[in-house]
T-cell receptor
């Protein structure tokens, strides 16, 4: 069973604070992990990918991966009101020639000015 | 076009009717994916094409759903005998290669409402 779990929120943080979004997954063999941002009424857009244990930084975003704990997180530093959106965690399940992304339900983030 | 396009943007139909949803991927992208997103949920995988062939259709919920990509570009998702539970946003995405999710882009979606 391919499962990706996220706290649906909403998560509210004040402007300028660090927002921490968490995700756990069920398949220990998974190798590729993605974070998408989805504004209300819009389609998802990729913001981060991570494949190795540890941290990966891109601007104000840091993705963290711990394969032993089957845990992925996304930190957003200096949160801005424009970061208010739903953040989707996705895990790639690949095998037998297929590539299938499984998404969590998403965490809704509100950044309060 | 520059991005993935989907038509129609909205579709309202009656229970039991047949609908077709179209996806036009980014030019040159060989991999194409269909997802369904219900309110408050993440996208749910339906089917994945590599070129003209369906490489994985394990996400299609039942045999009322079918998708084609006859020339390896435009794809059509077909739903027969629609049910109210089929109401959702249907998203299409494409990437240059299979597994190339760092370069996968989503279309704007088709919102399907079954009355």
């Amino acid at each position: 069973q391919k499962e990706v779990e996220q706290n649906s929120g909403p998560l509210s943080v004040p402007e300028g604070a660090i927002a921490s979004l968490n995700c756990t997954y069920s398949d220990r063999g998974s190798q590729s992990f993605f974070w998408y941002r989805q504004y209300s009424g819009k389609s998802p857009e990729l913001i981060m990918s991570i494949y190795s244990n540890g941290d990966k930084e891109d601007g104000r975003f840091t993705a963290q991966l711990n394969k032993a704990s089957q845990y992925v997180s996304l930190l957003i530093r200096d949160s801005q009101p424009s970061d208010s959106a739903t953040y989707l965690c996705a895990v790639l399940y690949s095998g037998a020639g297929s590539y299938q992304l499984t998404f969590g339900k998403g965490t809704k983030l509100s950044v309060i000015p | 076009g520059a991005g993935v396009s989907q038509t129609p943007s909205n579709k309202v139909t009656e229970k039991g009717k047949y609908v077709e949803l179209r996806c036009d991927p980014i030019s040159g992208h060989t991999a194409l994916y269909w997802y369904r997103q219900s309110l408050g949920q993440g996208p749910e995988f339906l089917i994945y094409f590599q070129g003209t062939g369906a490489a994985d259709d394990s996400g299609l919920p039942n045999d009322r759903f079918f998708a084609v990509r006859p020339e390896g570009s435009v794809s059509t998702l077909k739903i027969q005998r629609t049910e109210r539970g089929d109401s959702a946003v249907y998203l299409c995405a494409s990437s240059p290669t299979s597994g190339g999710f760092n370069e996968q882009f989503f279309g704007p979606g088709t919102r399907l409402t079954v009355l």
